[in-house]
């Protein structure tokens, strides 16, 4: 079972900057070999896919609605992902969430095609124009 935690939301206005933070932890395995990554969902919208970063950190996957704007990384001492939003717009409102790839050794670009059964409570970004 995976617990996720997300954290570093806020209200910013647009132009400004964000760094959100996900503490991952399992008691069934090892996250640094799996992808972990992000995701939103506005008001009255799906969960969309916003970015991904490999079990290596090799290879990440940015969506284009935010690329050049948003960056993934982890931590794997620490057992965190981030994601770095700059350039915040309102489109950007949205609650944020993070998870982790159910295969392992798996690439960031199959993430945004994942099934995801378990999520954290998110955290909310608020962006004004």
């Known amino acids: 079972q995976v617990q996720l935690v997300e954290s570093g939301g806020g209200l910013v206005q647009a132009g400004g900057s964000l760094r959100l933070s996900c503490a991952a932890s399992a008691s069934d395995r090892a996250l640094d070999i799996y992808t972990m990554g992000w995701f939103r969902q506005a008001p009255g919208k799906e969960r969309e896919f916003v970015a991904s970063i490999s079990y290596g950190s090799q290879t990440t996957d940015v969506d284009d609605s935010v690329k050049g704007r948003f960056a993934v990384s982890r931590d794997f001492a620490k057992s965190t992902l981030y994601l770095q939003m700059n350039d915040l717009k309102p489109e950007d409102t949205a609650v944020y969430y993070c998870?982790?790839?159910?295969?392992?050794?798996?690439?960031?670009?199959?993430?945004?095609?994942?099934?995801?059964?378990?999520w954290g409570q998110g955290t909310q970004v608020t962006v004004s124009s």
């Open positions: 998870n982790v790839d159910p295969v392992p050794y798996a690439s960031a670009r199959f993430f945004r095609d994942r099934n995801f059964y378990t």
